[in-house]
């Protein structure tokens, strides 16, 4: 289970902080991601980091935003500075990881349940 946090109203130029923290049985998380989807767009990767700290952003974003994770909190921020008004869109958490289930161990893709971000002055 994934719960997302930290979207709302910012204006052009302003900054944000997205947290997104996981729950379960969660036995290891292999990559934490942000997705956004605007209006009428497709969703699309905004930035990722894996267990071992590389990371990968969308051109769109690179150098005005940052993700970072906290292994033990099992928890992924992203950061993102500059904003515009094409950022505005409803921003979704996704881990992949494996879980406890029944007495072995899954692979496992979760989403976050969307936090909304308007950037609008």
């Known amino acids: 289970q994934l719960q997302a946090s930290g979207g709302g109203l910012v204006q052009p130029g302003g900054s944000l902080t997205l947290s997104c923290a996981a729950s379960?049985?969660?036995?290891?998380?292999?990559?934490m991601a942000w997705y956004r989807q605007a209006a009428e767009k497709q969703r699309e990767l905004v930035a990722s980091i894996t267990s071992d700290g590389r990371t990968n952003y969308a051109d769109s974003v690179k150098g005005r935003s940052i993700i970072s994770r906290d292994i033990a909190k099992k928890t992924v921020h992203l950061q993102m500075n500059s904003l515009r008004s094409e950022d505005t869109a409803v921003y979704y958490c996704n881990v992949a990881g494996s879980e406890w289930y029944r007495s072995g161990i899954r692979n496992f893709g979760s989403w976050g349940q969307g936090t909304l971000v308007t950037v609008s002055s």
């Open positions: 379960g049985s969660i036995v290891s998380i292999n990559v």
